[in-house]
């Protein structure tokens, strides 16, 4: 009985792993094309199909970090300290609370100013994570550490433009262009098992 049930779980573990896609989206909290991609294209195809997507957000983009002088770091982003902000303030809620992480950055990414602390403590209140834990994170040294280990997977990546999207690991320039634009239908076209509703987009 044990032996079955063993291969019924590793079964089940295999099924799950096979029907899901891996995406990763490296981008900058304050990008226009960033927050296209992620309020218009990526988060309406996950709520149709969330139970095939595994994804992975890397707030980063194009920011740079040097090291001063006196062993401080200093990080410099495409679109000011504000934008270094929101993207701290989003790799903090997404180390709280990495089930409810989609929810959260497209809260952010839909809102007026995704640097704002005032809408992010609004997002966070409406999502179910604890502002209090976000804002440990922002003072406690662990967000200038989860910035630069974004930036380290995004110099991994090697990314020329945000947002990025990679899916299952390996990017694609073709993939690129239509994951940005039609991310469901390319979605769809990527999984081996697909859901019902990928019928009405392919």
Known sequence: MIVVLLVALITITASAEAKSLNVT??????????????TTQLYPSYELISDYLNVEFIP???????NNSDGTLNFTCQHGPKECHGNEV??????VDVQNSMEFVNCAMASS??????????????????????EDCMTNGLA?????????????????????IVFNGVF??????SGEHHFLSTACQLLD?????????N
């Not at 098992?193 to 987009?201: D, L, N, R, T, Y």
Request: charged share 25%; net charge negative.
């Open 90 to 95: 989003q790799a903090c809620a997404i180390s």
């Open 25 to 38: 989206v490296y981008y900058e909290s304050l990008c226009p094309d960033s927050k296209k991609f992620i």
């Open 113 to 134: 100013d995704p640097s704002d602390d005032n809408l992010l403590e609004q997002c966070a209140e409406l999502d179910g994570i604890s502002w209090d834990s976000i």
């Open 193 to 201: 098992k697909q859901p019902k509703i990928c019928a009405s987009v």
């Open 144 to 164: 200038e550490k989860l910035f630069v280990q974004n930036g380290a997977r995004t110099g991994e990546a090697k990314i020329s433009y945000v947002p990025t």
């Open 60 to 66: 980063f983009g194009n920011a740079k970090v040097a």
């Open 172 to 177: 694609n320039d073709t993939l690129q262009d």
